[in-house]
């Protein structure tokens, strides 16, 4: 009897200590482990029409799905549409739901939902800064400014799982514009139920995607629990059990608090990269900034054309870009290698296009100072980021200006949000000036030189280059590259913007984590198929 009591108990020990670790190994299996990452600071909101700031983006790319989703690879794949269809002339999009869609509270999403979500963007009444990529619909344009009813837009249902999408002229990035927020589904009951609220709350929110926001989930200025949504049926299930957003934590440095587990990923800046690969994170580059000589055209010496040629003409590119910042790329055109068109390269379509110098800058300086009644080259200053190693190639800068001129170019270091500010507003002479190229988009590079431009790196008023940036925005394909080439060919043409480097912004996450997609320079990540394996 003792025997076989000694037997039981060794059998039952056993049984435990297997269940224990079974139990031990199924919750630290990627399935049952959360993502933690650091959101900047509060979204907004989470209303997908209106939303405009970084973290609200993120966080809508990952509770909502549109029609079509994005791959790995920044392809089109399905989305809740499991398929479409386009037609000859590339103006009608037929798009056929998944079966048995949801909503995060079990009821039924149709096509309603998105065309309703779409023109929700497009409403004069939602106010929305975002809604402008979806002009290319018919009558999309003309219903944003109230002069027709939603009604004669081309967006129709077919039936409960069949959106039509008509153009009025064919858009190549439309799929793509279906992936971003502006396109996402949204219910009307629910809408108009909120109270003038949707969006602003955890309760206040209705979700499709692999990932839901619960109620309690959303703690202000503390985190956003994103919890897997039990109601998504998309063909693939999303890996980690949730997502943890703190909100505006402040780490000394991001290298170690990622490395000691503190948080799983982030963005770090190009000086922590040697740090990043030394504990063998993986990182991702994209480019971010592309730097460049900024003149105010609008200043009393800079107005003129022909001394803002001589000054850019006697530059030594290969002499001031000997200190460039680490990291960074030297560039020569105005729109970057890496941007594309079509889903196509567009440096490989439309050429290099770069800076044509004149021959004689001292004799083209002259004639531009006469043309001023100006006898002598006034002091003019440059404004320029605070970093040290941006201040030594604007040293290398004034060197060749001073010898050209006879005179004195001053150095002004500011912070970047100053020197942002200084620009946007026209507070400047010269500027080592940074434009946004996260986007990878062409049209929106050359765009920011025009004249409603917020941010208009040389306060370039031209409605030549505006009738440009116009028509490009109105055609596709191989007329919009054409015009593309115009508009850069403008910028050089007229020596207001001159490019000197790409900067890039640095994605890190922990050795142990694989599978997070970073998009837009990683402001928006997808966690889907985010795997935190037990180290």
């Given at each position: ?78 989305g809740a549409a499991e398929s ?248 020569n055109t105005i729109i970057p ?199």
């Amino acid at each position: 009897m003792k025997i076989y009591k000694k037997l039981l108990a060794f059998v039952l020990t056993l049984v435990l200590c297997t269940g224990f670790f079974g139990c031990s190994k199924k919750n630290n299996a990627p399935e049952n482990r959360t993502i933690n990452y650091n959101i900047s600071y509060e979204p907004d909101t989470l209303d997908p029409q209106i939303a405009d700031d970084e973290p609200s983006r993120l966080i809508i790319l990952n509770i909502f799905e549109g029609l079509v989703r994005l791959d790995k690879n920044d392809n089109i794949s399905p989305g809740a549409a499991e398929s479409w269809d386009v037609s000859d002339d590339l103006l009608t999009y037929t798009f056929r739901l998944r079966d048995g869609l949801k909503w995060s509270d079990g009821s039924s999403l149709t096509a309603e939902d998105f065309r309703y979500g779409i023109l929700r963007s497009l409403s004069p009444q939602t106010g929305s800064s975002t809604s402008g990529k979806l002009f290319s619909i018919k009558n999309a344009e003309d219903y944003h400014s109230g002069k027709v009813s939603d009604k004669e837009t081309g967006i129709t249902i077919k039936d409960k799982r069949t959106l039509e999408i008509i153009l009025d002229h064919p858009d190549s990035e439309l799929l793509y514009t279906l992936t971003t927020p502006p396109a996402m589904p949204c219910s009307r009951s629910f809408f108009e139920a909120s109270g003038g609220q949707y969006g602003r709350t955890d309760e206040k929110i209705l979700c499709n995607g692999a990932f839901t926001l619960e109620k309690n989930n959303w703690v202000e200025n503390k985190y956003i629990y994103l919890s897997k949504n039990s109601n998504y049926n998309g063909k693939n299930k999303p890996v980690p059990a949730g997502v943890n957003l703190t909100i505006g934590k402040d780490f000394n440095d991001l290298c170690e608090a990622i490395n000691n587990g503190e948080t799983d990923c982030g963005i770090i800046n190009t000086d922590k990269v040697a740090k990043a690969n030394e504990y063998s994170m993986h990182l991702e580059s994209f480019p971010d900034k592309l730097w460049g000589i900024s003149f105010n055209t609008g200043n009393d010496i800079l107005k003129n054309l022909k001394i803002r040629s001589s000054l850019l003409s006697c530059l030594d590119k290969s002499y001031i870009m000997k200190d460039i910042p680490e990291n960074c790329d030297q560039t020569n055109t105005i729109i970057p290698e890496f941007t594309k068109i079509d889903g196509k390269s567009f440096r490989e379509i439309a050429g290099d296009i770069t800076f044509d110098p004149v021959k004689d800058t001292d004799k083209t300086l002259k004639q531009g100072l006469s043309e001023l009644d100006v006898l002598v080259m006034p002091n003019l200053t440059i404004l320029c980021p605070e970093n040290q190693q941006d201040q030594a190639f604007v040293n290398d800068l004034i060197e060749t200006w001073n010898k050209l001129t006879g005179t004195y170019f001053n150095k002004k270091p500011v912070s970047e949000n100053e020197l942002k500010s200084r620009i946007q507003s026209g507070s400047f002479q010269i500027a080592i000036c940074p434009i946004d190229v996260s986007e990878n988009d062409p049209v929106s590079i050359v765009a920011g030189f025009s004249s409603d431009s917020k941010y208009n790196p040389s306060a370039l008023e031209s409605d030549e280059f505006d009738s440009i940036i116009n028509d490009i925005r109105k055609n596709d394909g191989s007329e919009a590259v054409a015009l593309l080439k115009n508009a850069e060919s403008f910028i050089f043409e007229n020596a207001v913007f001159y490019p000197l480097y790409t900067e890039y912004k640095y994605c890190a996450s922990a050795k142990n984590i694989t599978g997070i997609i970073f998009r837009q320079s990683g402001t928006e990540i997808d966690f889907f198929n985010a795997t935190k394996k037990e180290e």
